[in-house]
């Protein structure tokens, strides 16, 4: 089945800086790449996915890129606010099989 | 609904009691799934059901875990004889189409077996 590593667990910055995120996958056929933030005490929120016929998809000041050689995508936000303290897991899947889930980073943005 | 609703929002039961927690899922949404989610850990995934097929199972921990979809829609998740470990927040999510699209998740059910 599919194996999805990600890193870091935690990362730590300060307010303006960038933040990124990075997952990597085992399975070729993986083409569906989903990031969720979870607030504390709230539930998961899909914030940007991709698919694997795109390299890279950018929304406001987060972007996701996609390696589909290296088999790795990662999850980056620019100018980090303390909103955007949160756990973000990364996931992928394809039409044959469950979402295989990240374990998760932990982002704290220091204002 | 406008979004996924799920009930209660907190249980607390007595170890060995059977509960039982409920989905609604958004309208028109074929997947569904649960997952589980203990204190500061990762995603677990439970149990998936696709429109009218038979529902992928694999995830469920033990024989004393089953849930039920109806009609396409609202599911319940049953766990029998509930056990301290099985204290989590129990997570529904549903998605318009198969397991390659993005999930919305409910709020989620957080139970504490004493």
């Known amino acids: 089945g599919e194996n999805v590593e990600q890193h870091p667990s935690t990362l730590s910055v300060q307010e303006g800086d960038s933040a990124v995120i990075k997952c990597t996958y085992s399975d070729s056929a993986s083409n569906y790449f989903p990031w969720y933030k979870q607030e504390l005490g709230k539930r998961p929120q899909l914030i940007i996915d991709?698919?694997?016929?795109?390299g890279e998809k950018k929304d406001q000041r987060i972007a996701v890129t996609l390696n589909k050689t290296a088999k790795h995508f990662s999850l980056h936000i620019t100018e980090t606010q303390p909103e955007d303290s949160a756990v973000y897991f990364c996931?992928?899947?394809?039409?044959?099989?469950?979402?295989?889930f990240g374990r998760g980073t932990s982002l704290i943005v220091h204002p | 609904g406008a979004g996924v609703s799920q009930s209660p929002s907190n249980k607390v039961t007595e170890k060995g009691k059977d509960v039982e927690l409920r989905c609604d899922p958004i309208?028109?949404?074929?997947?569904l799934y649960w997952y589980r989610q203990s204190l500061g850990q990762g995603l677990e995934f439970l149990i998936y059901?696709?429109?009218?097929?038979?529902?992928?199972k694999s995830g469920l921990p033990s024989d004393r875990f089953s849930a039920e979809r109806t009609g396409g829609s609202v599911s319940t998740l049953t766990i029998q004889r509930t056990q301290q470990e099985d204290s989590a927040v129990y997570l529904c999510a549903s998605s318009f189409a198969g397991r390659d699209y993005g999930y919305t998740f409910g709020s989620g059910t957080r139970l504490t077996v004493v």
């Open positions: 996931a992928a899947s394809s039409g044959s099989y469950i979402p295989t």
């Open positions: 059901f696709q429109g009218n097929s038979a529902p992928d």
């Open positions: 991709i698919r694997s016929n795109v």
């Open positions: 309208s028109g949404h074929t997947a």
